[in-house]
């Protein structure tokens, strides 16, 4: 637990503030409990430590200005110690207090000028950030004082502002008055820039994206208690009105509602008791294409602690397997318990945290070592998010989103930052031993998306002896309505109906001999067609004593080449194959591929080449229908298989048809000689089986 003087969203020298603080959400196991400690409706006002944060995080994203047009002072980084919120509802309020004050920081600055209260020797420049602050609350809500039953210990910083403020708020109402007219606008909310007010249309026209805890409950309950309390299940988010809601067309666990019913659900039982959870659907979107890359027994690693609802929501859809899922960067144990007392209040149980940044996991690490997906969710510059508190609350974001989205912009120094931040760790994921990494923000640059996994793919560092990585379509859900994407990225636009997103699936070519099991080789081969014709395995016979020996085919005495041959699976027989001095060398590494097989027996010794030939004229008579096609088919390269001997049968009789000697060379190659030696097989000079000569002069 971070000290009174800690600040959960202070700034690191980047600029880039860190409001990762877990001891700032609570968990009450009582039903709707946490909903009903909400701080207080806006037109009554805030609690002091409400005022208090919004201060803090205005102080760190406000609009600064020109030395020479500097009017009101800020001060330093030195604020009044911050209170810690307990609650979502809280922080919130001190995120949309903040942000409202730096959308009307020029009119709150003029209003301060116009009515001469400013400057005060009371009030020091480190308290300015709370006077614009709680000006804004005041002048929202007419002037009129603040009712706040408030059971927490008062702020002395807030009660002198909010005396001073209300003794001058006859002589504030006047200057909102003239600049009003000044402006020639009937609020001050028409004051704002016309990009700032179609903004602000979006995000409260934006539809509530959700997903549904199974852990929890099952869709089909979440759907009749949706029912039960009067929502309307409807085809798509165009036909969103009033109490209905309908299913993401890409995640099936993931529903929209209207955005104006967000109180309504936020204050519903599902909602209490962790059965629906509010989250940006492009965490739901990343969730899902890393769970469509996991097998039964494949263990995932999430590379920021982020949110613990997108842990979560993983955890829910791999459920079913066994598969564990390594949160890296939990550090502080205080910051661990608190993310294990959230996760298994949500019903997880297949989680391990670990200390280390993702950065400084070595990938032969042997805790990872059944690790098959990372998913990346790094931090970016975010102008893609449609409601961007929700966003910084659910991702532990940075406050300093605020101050991008009211520019419209990134600056360039900062965009450089993350882009190279991001490329690190994209980089140092595809060290890993992983089958396939999901990388996934919530930008609008290209610097940070397509360029980001561009760069990585072609820095090759895929490890030794990999395979390498390459973009493939994300795949969501098998019970999703949405079709097959065929785009290497996958993108969306920010819309009125959704957020922006992009998403890329990083995935190891396939095809490498280490990679796959042998029941993979096989179940490959056989939808390729080379196993038609292979008869099943034969009881074996007894095992002989001793070891066979290999015995030299020669004919000319010549010491003949040994090729290794593959192991099929059928029994193993070593044959040994010589070719004659008129094949080429090259045709003496190739053999015919055996299509069909059988046990070796005892065979009957042939005393001439007339009983060679007719032994094998009685294999062919033997042979299945399939085996007859594959003859005719075209010649394959050869291939080093191993050759199965038949058995040889005495001489046919004389009438029967005459047998074509290349048709059934496999099947008497290495037939015992009457001198008990393996005969090699009469190759002409061709390559093709020699007719005995006393054959030809017939």
Known sequence: MPDSKSDPVSLHEDGINDTSELSEVSISDEKGSERRKMAVAEKNGYHDSVYISAAQIFQGIHTEKRRDRTLVRYGGDSVPPM??????????AAYELAFSALKYQDLLEEILLDSCVYPCPSIPDELTSL????????????????QVFDEEEPVAEVQKIEHYLHSFRTKFAAAVARCRIKNDALSIEQILPETIQKQQQRVSALPLCVW???????????????KEEGFTRVESVADLDHCTYCVDQHCHDVLFFPSSLKEKLLNSDLFADCKLLLQD????????????????????????????????????????????????????SAKADELSTLLSHMGCENIQLLHEDFIELEPRDPRLEKAKVILLLPQCSGLGVGNPIDFIINERGDAGLLRDIFRGSVSEDRLH??????????????????????????????????????????????????????????????????????????KLEPSDVSSGCFLAVLAREKG????????????????????????????????????????????????PKVTQLHRQTIPKVKAEVSASKAVSKAEEKKVIQA??????????KPTSDTA???????????????????????????????????????????????????????????????????????????????????????
């Open 131 to 146: 006077l614009v602050v709680m000006l804004y609350d005041l002048q929202h809500r007419k002037f009129e004082p603040r």
């Open 512 to 559: 490498s001999s280490e990679s796959l099991s042998v029941q993979d080789i096989l179940a490959r081969a056989a939808a390729k067609g080379l196993l038609d014709g292979v008869v099943e395995k034969p009881k074996r016979a007894k095992k002989q004593k001793g070891t066979q020996r290999r015995q030299n085919l020669s004919t000319s005495g010549a010491q």
């Open 83 to 92: 209170v810690t919120l307990r609650d979502q509802h809280s922080q919130r």
């Open 281 to 332: 659907k492009s965490r739901s979107l990343a969730v899902h294409s890393a769970q469509a890359q996991l097998g039964t027994e494949d263990d995932i690693v999430v590379a920021h602690v982020g949110s613990h609802l997108t842990i979560a929501h993983l955890s829910a859809l791999t459920a079913q397997s066994t598969s564990r899922i390594f949160v890296c960067g939990v550090k502080p």
């Open 417 to 490: 930052v993350l882009a190279e931040r991001q490329l690190n760790e994209l980089r140092h994921a595809l060290q890993f031993k992983a089958k396939a990494v999901v990388y996934c923000t919530c930008s609008v640059y290209s610097e940070e998306n397509e360029l980001v996994v561009k760069k990585a793919l072609e820095s090759g560092v895929e490890g030794d002896k990999m395979q390498p990585y390459r973009l493939i379509p994300p795949v969501f859900s098998s019970c999703s309505n949405s079709e097959a994407s065929t785009e290497s990225f996958f």
């Open 595 to 604: 299509e069909s097989s059988a046990q070796v027996k005892s065979p009957i």
């Open 612 to 698: 060679r030939l007719s032994a094998a004229a009685k294999v062919r008579e033997r042979q299945t229908p399939a085996r007859k096609a594959g003859a005719e088919r075209k010649r394959l390269a050869w291939k080093p298989v191993e050759i199965r001997l038949p058995p040889l049968l005495p001489p046919l009789p004389a009438n029967k048809p005459r047998v074509q000697a290349h048709q059934c060379l496999h099947c008497w190659a290495g037939a015992q000689g009457p001198s008990g030696r393996t005969r090699a097989p009469l190759l002409s000079k061709v390559g093709k089986p020699a007719v005995p000569s006393h054959r030809a002069r017939q």
């Open 212 to 226: 549904v805890n199974t852990l929890r409950i099952s869709l089909q309950d979440a759907f009749r208690d949706l």
